[in-house]
């Protein structure tokens, strides 16, 4: 099935011939689905604080970052921002001139409210000879979106989404890129610095850099520190190959194999570098204005309080663990921590000796940590929280996509569908263990919770193969904890029109 040619291509993007059977093999046989206990909720995996517990978890926060410790906030943001624009894209094949569909009819009649009109306004003056008024007096509302989504213009159909401006200020509009350049200085600062990471497409690196560059000294002066900025691309070696219908390798039309992008659970690799003792996860797009972004710290800063705090009792049962030197009522007492806190659960745990007890106990404490911030479910697409069980029988908390579920298990869908909480990719983690080592991060991913979509190219239809989910199957065997957090820290953008909203005014 594998030439020659094929092995050495294979080899070429750090990939092994083994990797490559066993995901032709996952093809032919799919993936399972998830077994549900319940989904999160109040009470049940969920938990809230009054205002007295916020602040308590706030100042512990602020004393861990007092004590100097390396923080760093990871931003996947390699999305191209063409999705964003699927309708304006629309318009411009569109038979028709001037605006029919209510989303067109909003663009046009909310033009000025966007950050980038000015700068849109100059490149219709530029390439058109005339500013957008005219345009539209004109009747040519095609040559606008042309000049915000085309090479000759704006770009904006190509660029990532971390480079599109969101946000009108004073002192002129900002990109997410520099909406999250602000959040590392309000909340995972220490030492003077604040490091932050962003993973990018390799066409976008320099573009990124670049701005960076340009950038950053405003928000030194601002902030009065130092900012590490670093960036790295998704591995080839985390690229997934594509098959045909009957599972065969599909193949291009020069014969070579395909290979596609393995999805956003590649990410786990590029984590598994950062050598930080925190790291808040946040996606690219989930940014608001200076003057609504106090619950986006306040509830950043909470998460980070309530991870060290529980994370520094994993670390003390792991060193009483380590000393042998332990009473039968202390074990019971970190059953408790891992069933309650920890929201881990065997339900035969009872029946072990106290040797089998605490090798069960030191592996479920000592593995990567994260808290993550979930919110009210009001209908947006993405997963929920939910209590699963796992491939050792435990159950325990996890993030799923509907993709994970069986559609065709009424109970289950039930359990998706009327799910009170929602995952906006909120999450701060611990990725070294008590004795100061970086886990493997790799070494956590549930393998089995992968996804099979249906793609097609060049017209031909192909199977594509997704990477357990970064905040899913990826960190499935860690050890996690979800906080409500206000629906005000979730505001993400999928369409244009998404930056009319109030909280990107």
């Not at 059977?21 to 049940?44: M, N, S, V």
């Not at 569109?94 to 009649?109: G, I, L, N, V």
């Not at 497409?201 to 900012?227: A, C, N, R, T």
Request: contains cysteine.
């Amino acid at each position: 099935m594998l030439s020659q040619e094929d092995l050495k291509q294979i080899a070429q993007k750090g990939i092994t011939e083994e990797q490559v059977i066993a995901q032709l093999d996952d093809f032919k046989k799919g993936f399972p689905f998830l077994r549900l206990e319940a989904p999160a909720g109040l009470g049940a995996g969920v938990i809230a604080f009054d205002e007295k517990q916020r602040e308590e978890y706030i100042d512990l926060w602020k004393g861990y970052k007092a004590e100097g410790h390396q923080i760093v906030k990871f931003v996947p943001a390699s999305g191209a921002a063409s999705r964003m624009f699927k309708n304006m894209f629309a318009f411009l094949a569109a038979e028709y001139t001037t605006p029919q569909t209510d989303f067109e009819k909003t663009y046009f009649d909310n033009i000025k409210k966007f950050a980038f009109y000015e700068a849109l306004n100059e490149m219709c003056k530029k390439n058109e000879g005339k500013d957008i008024d005219e345009l539209i007096a004109a009747g040519e509302y095609k040559l606008i979106v042309a000049n915000m989504l085309e090479e000759k213009g704006l770009n904006y159909g190509q660029l990532p989404k971390g480079l599109l401006l969101f946000h009108k200020y004073a002192d002129g509009a900002r990109k997410p890129m520099e909406e999250h350049l602000v959040e590392a200085a309000l909340y995972a600062a220490s030492n003077g610095e604040a490091h932050i990471h962003f993973t990018v497409s390799h066409e976008h690196m320099h573009l990124f850099e670049k701005e960076v560059k340009e950038k950053v000294g405003k928000y030194i002066d601002k902030f009065g520190i130092d900012y590490k900025v670093t960036f790295s691309e998704q591995k080839p070696s985390t690229d997934t190959i594509a098959a045909n219908p009957d599972n065969t390798p599909f193949r291009n039309e020069d014969g070579s194999l395909l290979f596609r992008p393995g999805g956003h659970g590649a990410l786990i690799e590029n984590l598994n570098e950062i050598d930080a003792d925190v790291v808040f996860i946040k996606n690219i797009d989930n940014v608001v204005p200076d003057r609504l972004k106090t619950d986006t710290v306040t509830y950043k800063q909470l998460l980070a309080g309530v991870l060290i705090s529980l994370q520094k009792r994993a670390f003390d049962y792991l060193h009483l663990l380590d000393t042998g030197n332990y009473t039968h009522e202390q074990l019971e007492e970190i059953i408790r921590f891992l069933q309650r806190d920890l929201c881990c659960r065997k339900a035969d745990i009872k029946e072990l000796e106290d040797a089998d007890l605490v090798i069960y106990l030191h592996k479920k404490l000592n593995r990567p940590m994260r808290v993550c911030g979930v919110v009210k479910n009001v209908g947006e697409p993405g997963g929920g929280p939910f209590l699963t069980y796992n491939q050792d029988g435990t159950v325990s908390l996890q993030i799923l996509e509907s993709s994970q579920i069986d559609k065709n298990n009424a109970e289950y869908m039930k359990m998706f569908t009327e799910g009170t909480f929602f995952n906006p990719v909120d999450l701060v983690c611990a990725i070294k263990d008590y004795k100061g080592r970086r886990f493997n991060l790799p070494d956590y991913v549930d393998k089995s919770t992968g996804f099979i979509s249906s793609k097609s190219k060049n017209g031909k239809e192909l199977k594509a193969l997704e990477l357990p989910g970064l905040w899913n199957g990826a960190m499935s065997d860690w050890n996690t904890v979800f906080v409500e957090v206000p629906l005000s820290t979730f505001n993400p953008v999928k369409t244009v029109n998404d930056l009319l909203r109030d909280q990107h005014q």
